[in-house]
């Protein structure tokens, strides 16, 4: 007789356990390669659409800065114009305001000046005028008082005699 049975074995659980694992891991395993070939392709697809539209962009990029530049640029030398302009127009005010007041000085000069000799002028006039009455009063003071003299004499020589 023989050790060896001669009834199929039955299968314990976790021999069961185990190849249902198997089964599933064998099927995830399957499954798992499919989905990284899917998504390498679409991985491949995404990558030329990005290159493509990566070139388009960075096209249009360059142009939209080429554009930017300009108008920059066009915009520095307006500002720059302007600029140049306004500190013209300036310099020309302020050269103007300059020589009006330059000539505004120069008559307030002219015109203290002439209010100067215009006293100088009456007052000289006043001087002599002064000068003329002074003298024409001492004359009438000396005569008053030559006469008032002639008359004291005549009267003191009358009453001494």
Do not use: C, H, R, Y
């Not at 554009?67 to 920059?72: D, E, L, N, S």
């Not at 020309?92 to 307030?108: F, R």
């Not at 002599?128 to 008032?148: D, L, N, P, R, S």
């Amino acid at each position: 007789m023989s050790d060896q049975s001669t009834q199929p074995e039955e299968k314990g659980f976790f021999e069961k356990v185990k190849e249902t694992i198997e089964s599933l891991w064998e099927g995830t395993k399957d499954t798992a390669e499919d989905v990284k070939e899917v998504a390498e392709e679409k991985i491949e697809d995404i990558k030329e659409k990005v290159t493509a539209k990566k070139a388009t962009a960075t096209k249009k990029a360059a142009a939209t800065k080429k554009k930017v530049i300009k108008k920059a640029d066009e915009v520095t030398a307006k500002a720059k114009t302007e600029a140049a302009n306004v500190k013209a127009k300036a310099e020309t005010k302020a050269k103007a305001i300059t020589a009006k007041v330059k000539n505004e000085a120069v008559a307030a000069k002219k015109e203290v000046a002439d209010v100067k000799a215009k006293a100088a002028t009456k007052a000289k006039v006043i001087t002599a005028k002064a000068k003329t009455e002074a003298t024409e009063t001492q004359k009438a003071m000396a005569a008053k008082t030559a006469k008032a003299a002639t008359t004291v004499k005549k009267k003191a020589t009358a009453a001494s005699k």
